[in-house]
């Protein structure tokens, strides 16, 4: 099965000034999405397991299902169509992803939301086309694409080490050497491995475009006939953010301190999950939008301004407060790194 860009970002040539509209609804989905951590920062007192049970919930379950009953006609119908086989595999790829995002709430709790985001993200950017390219078409690996996209890994992984050095500068900064030591080595590893299996979503896409297309001939939009694939996706992954949070909960013995903080901490744990998946469903209508560009500038687009939006909120929160003009310059430099690394994976995808 060869991998490609689902059709609806493939079709569509009557781009013109829609090209500008469908770029001003990927940058909105890129600032949604990284943005989406910034209100656990406002929810004090709480543990981490406390506040991403909530984001598990209203992103991974209400809300996914919500919108793709409220946008795909008969989506009971369109499961039932489709072969077993394309739903398994839907579920199987949405469980990996799941521990990928349960492992990312546990990066960026151990190494920042500034941190966390870029290396997360760079690593899905990368990974996230060239595992699919490498399982299911091989033999692009060796043309103009292929070079890209392991140039691209390539670049990521200076990225990477330069993110290090920053984050164990900003610990060294701030006098908390000999406890980071260990804290932010195993940090980096959880953004690492959540980064990878972060990127088995695309799998889900690949080997789901079966409920795309029953979307379609139910009478979904276009912009919208991927939502059957995102609503079982996350879904799936939302079991392991939920039974590893259950876990900790009953572990740590935090189930009280639910009852710590203002009611408003409920709302504020709800918008986590509709700023993420708010995001996931902009991307898709400005991806489509995009029409033919859509898989080529949509992605780097999107994945750009999500690691920005990271990068912003963690400088908000002042995770950089006190460090040096040293430890400044090797985050930024990691991070226009990884952002170039996007750049060549972009331009191999335009080939």
């Known amino acids: 099965m060869k991998y490609a860009a689902p059709d609806f970002l493939q079709s569509g040539d009557h781009m013109g000034g829609q090209i500008g509209l469908g770029i001003a609804i990927v940058v909105l989905a890129g600032i949604l999405n990284g943005s989406f951590a910034a209100p656990m920062k406002r929810m004090h007192g709480w543990e981490w397991e ?6 598990a919930i209203s992103g991974l379950l209400i809300f996914p299902w919500l919108i793709a009953f409220a946008t795909v006609p008969h989506l009971l119908a369109v499961y039932s169509a489709s072969s077993t086989s394309t739903l398994v595999k839907v579920i199987v790829f949405g469980l990996t992803w799941g521990a990928g995002s349960t492992l990312f709430g546990l990066g960026i709790n151990r190494v920042g939301m500034a941190l966390g985001f870029a290396l997360i993200l760079g690593i899905t950017a990368s990974f996230g086309s060239l595992l699919p390219l490498a399982v299911l078409h091989a ?16 670049v990521m992984t200076v990225g990477l080490i330069l993110l290090s050095i920053a984050g164990r500068h900003r610990e060294r900064d701030a006098g908390r050497l000999q406890a980071a030591r260990s804290g932010f080595t195993l940090g980096l590893i959880i953004c690492i491995f959540s980064g990878i299996f972060s990127s088995m979503i695309n799998f889900s ?11 379609l001939e139910s009478g979904a939009s276009p912009a919208l006939a991927a939502n059957p694939i995102w609503s079982l996706t996350v879904t799936a992954g939302f079991i392991s953010n939920f039974v590893y949070c259950i876990y900790l909960l009953t572990k740590r013995r935090t189930w009280g301190v639910y009852r710590r903080g203002a009611a408003s901490y409920w709302l504020i744990g709800a918008s986590t999950g509709l700023l993420w998946f708010g995001g996931i469903v902009a991307y898709g209508m400005g991806a489509a939008t995009l029409g033919t560009l859509g ?3 949509g992605w780097p687009v999107f994945m750009t301004l999500d690691i920005i939006a990271g990068v912003f909120w963690g400088a908000v929160a002042g995770e950089w407060k006190g460090s040096s003009r040293n430890t400044y310059a090797y985050a930024w430099a990691g991070v226009a790194v990884l952002l170039g690394a996007i750049a060549v994976i972009a331009a191999g995808n335009s080939a």
């Open 295 to 297: 898989g080529i500038i």
């Open 205 to 215: 896409f690949v080997f789901g475009d079966e409920l795309r297309v029953r979307a």
């Open 139 to 154: 033999e692009q690996l060796t043309d103009k694409r292929g070079f890209a996209l392991i140039a691209g890994t390539v």
């Open 50 to 55: 406390n506040s991403w049970l909530l984001f």
